[in-house]
């Protein structure tokens, strides 16, 4: 079983054909497929291999994607559709892999399968995954190896897979309920040397792997993106002691501590990850990418105080800078603010609702 994993570019036909490689050749900076990136990682941990086919970012032209896919020859396609504006382009790979294998199993997840009506009967999906990829799409290998056409379905052996949508033998759409979700004990952080021999098999250069990693070589890169705001004195300092090192993003935890009915509740539930895997990750970022300054990528970063002290320990021991976002202020005190402050945080970002306290 061949299982290429893809990341779909997000916008309209005409302005992704671009390429966001290498840095600066596109208003657009380039993201890394966290999503197929731990899907890979869970994989390869069941037992499965696959590859990474990194359309966002590549933004290969029609042809091309036609050139590839052939040489590749996929019984499993899985595209991450992160955004609700990756529609489009779901629908152009999807036509063009159907056209050039009608028995392949095409399989969507990532936001975009909150609308799952329309992904099923409006493009050549088979089936959507909704919530945590991991364990439902391994789950659906099993399947597939047993089933291994999409001409060979099993309805009631797609039901006893949690996270998915279908459109079942009535012609309507099946939700099987909420994925599974991987404990905290197994989440990891992504292998970025599958990302790289991605990039090389199929962008023809594994080192565009580097352009992921932003350079600290104007104050805008810091203001726009890392501080989000005007520079300050220990801001400044900080450019001109790295200049010309790289700024990145990191992952420390998964999910929230509240439960806004107005917010996406894609994640359930608020899982850390462990502190040994993230300083390996670190080392790792800092040792092959030149990374001095991280941004916590979390939706809700520093809730739980134990892991956070942690991690800010950690960041300090390896003389990495950090920001983080997506803070709730009834989860910081004035106490921790001095402790993240000693431990090389450099800006902290609210999510503030509403100016009013009663709201």
């Known amino acids: 079983m061949k299982v290429l994993l893809c990341s779909v570019p997000d916008g309209s036909l005409e302005r992704t054909f671009k390429p966001l490689l290498p840095r600066g050749n596109h208003y657009q900076s380039p993201v890394q497929p966290m999503g197929i990136l731990r899907l890979m990682t869970w994989m390869e941990k069941k037992g499965y291999s696959g590859d990474i086919y990194d359309i966002n970012n590549l933004r290969p032209s029609d042809e091309e994607l036609i050139k590839t896919f052939k040489r590749i020859n996929p019984t499993v396609v899985g595209l991450s559709a992160p955004l609700s ?18 028995d392949i199993w095409i399989v969507v997840g990532g936001h975009l399968t909150g609308s799952s009506k329309v992904v099923l009967h409006k493009t050549e999906t088979d089936i959507c995954v909704i919530g945590d990829g991991e ?36 012609n309507k759409i099946k939700v099987t309920g909420n994925a599974e979700q991987l404990p905290a004990s197994e989440m990891q952080n ?10 090389q098999k199929y962008g023809g250069n594994g080192e565009l792997i580097h352009e992921f990693f932003e350079p600290i070589n104007y104050l805008s890169n810091l203001t726009g993106g890392f501080l989000q705001g005007d520079l300050y004195p220990e801001g400044l300092k900080f450019y001109k002691k790295n200049k010309n090192k790289k700024l990145g993003n990191l992952q420390t935890v998964r999910g929230c501590v509240a439960r806004c009915t107005f917010c996406q509740r894609y994640t359930k539930g608020y899982r850390v990850y462990a502190p040994n895997d993230l300083e390996s990750h670190i080392i790792e970022l800092k040792e092959k990418y030149n990374v001095i300054g991280l941004n916590l990528d979390d939706e809700n970063s520093l809730s739980n105080r134990m892991q956070a002290y942690e991690n800010a320990r950690i960041l300090k021991k390896h003389d990495i800078y950090w920001s983080c976002g997506g803070v709730r202020v009834t989860s910081v005190t004035y106490e921790d603010l001095k402790f993240y402050n000693e431990h090389n945080m450099l800006a902290i970002r609210f999510g503030i609702e509403s100016g009013s306290q009663k709201i």
Do not use: S, W
């Open 85 to 102: 504006h990756c529609y489009p382009n779901v629908k152009r790979i999807a036509k063009i892999l159907r056209e050039l294998f009608p």
């Open 135 to 170: 364990i439902p799409f391994v789950k659906l290998l099993d399947y597939f190896k047993l089933h291994p056409t999409r001409r060979q379905l099993n309805y009631m052996g797609l039901c006893q897979i949690k996270g998915l949508a279908f459109i079942d033998e009535n």
């Open 190 to 199: 992504p292998d970025l040397d599958k990302h790289r021999l991605g990039l």
